[in-house]
């Protein structure tokens, strides 16, 4: 198992940004703290936002985030970073794989187009995980009210 991966095995473990003695490095975010968060980014965004993204938990520039998804974004593809994540509540759709159509560079680590031609598409439930490679076009379509991911990126250099 890869250090990167350990890490993101010990921050997904609990919740609650908070940091244990000085001897245990580990951060840990309970359950329950985990679901207030996610109600209080719910309640926090605005009609029509369709996206919003906070850490619950961080390792120097190392976050595992809680993203919620209410209207599909961009497909992307993170050239130099791997994207890790559980689903935590909701529905929807993963399209991964395929060709990024119109793809144009956003930020250096990040590549967006208008879609994905020839991808896979899988169902996303409560309690799914995913592991998309860097270099792997993705994006998430939405059913019902909203998608709640929790993840990290892992990057491969």
Not at 76 to 96: C, F, K, N, Q
Not at 125 to 149: K, N, Q, T, W, Y
């Amino acid at each position: 198992m890869t250090r990167a991966l350990r890490w993101l095995a010990l921050a997904c473990s609990g919740t609650a940004l908070a940091q244990g003695a000085a001897s245990d490095p580990t951060a840990f975010a309970s359950s329950a703290a985990i679901a207030a968060q996610v109600a209080a980014m719910d309640r926090a965004m605005k009609p029509g936002q369709g996206f919003a993204w906070q850490p619950v938990v961080r390792d120097g520039n190392r976050v595992a985030a809680l993203e919620i998804w209410k209207h599909p974004g961009r497909p992307a593809v993170h050239p130099a970073e791997a994207e890790y994540a559980t689903v935590i509540d909701g529905e929807g759709t993963l399209v991964s794989g395929g060709t990024l159509e119109n793809a144009s560079t956003t930020r250096p680590d990040l590549v967006e187009g208008d879609r994905i031609v020839g991808g896979t598409r899988r169902p996303l439930r409560r309690g799914d995980v995913m592991l998309i490679p860097a270099g792997v076009p993705h994006g998430f379509e939405i059913s019902g009210r909203r998608l709640v991911l929790l993840g990290t990126k892992l990057p491969t250099r």
